[in-house]
């Protein structure tokens, strides 16, 4: 059974950090497709930040620069380091894995979701 565990969000004020983590277990870590996605509310769910087996990350305009995606193979561990965080930043966050067709930040990829972790970035 594939798990997706996050945690490490919060409330941070506008221009502050956050690290996200997500334990992953069940499946192959290390060859398939993992990636962050949010969804506000009212809003559709997209993916921020993908990575792919190969080690390539790719991230979506609105946090190139300001977020960075990482794992540790070794921990299985899934990360989202997050700086200079904006109010439009607020979201539900989760991690995925998939191993469909496409670039790791296409939605259509991933076949398993976490449960998400809260952000809020408020003054």
């Known amino acids: 059974e594939v798990q997706l565990v996050e945690s490490g969000g919060g409330s941070v004020q506008p221009g502050g950090s956050l690290r996200l983590s997500c334990a992953v277990s069940?499946?192959?870590?290390?060859?398939?497709?993992m990636g962050w996605s949010r969804q506000a509310p009212g809003k559709e769910r997209e993916v921020v930040a993908g990575l792919e087996s190969d080690g390539t990350k790719t991230y979506v305009d609105s946090v190139e620069g300001r977020f960075t995606i990482s794992k540790d193979n070794r921990k299985n561990i899934l990360y989202l380091e997050m700086s200079s965080l904006k109010p439009e930043d607020t979201a539900m966050y989760y991690c995925?894995?998939?191993?469909?067709?496409?670039?790791?930040?296409?939605?259509?990829?991933?076949?398993?979701w976490g449960q998400g972790t809260q952000v809020t970035v408020a003054s």
């Open positions: 069940g499946y192959n870590f290390e060859t398939w497709c």
């Open positions: 995925g894995a998939g191993a469909n067709d496409g670039d790791c930040v296409w939605e259509s990829v991933y076949e398993y």
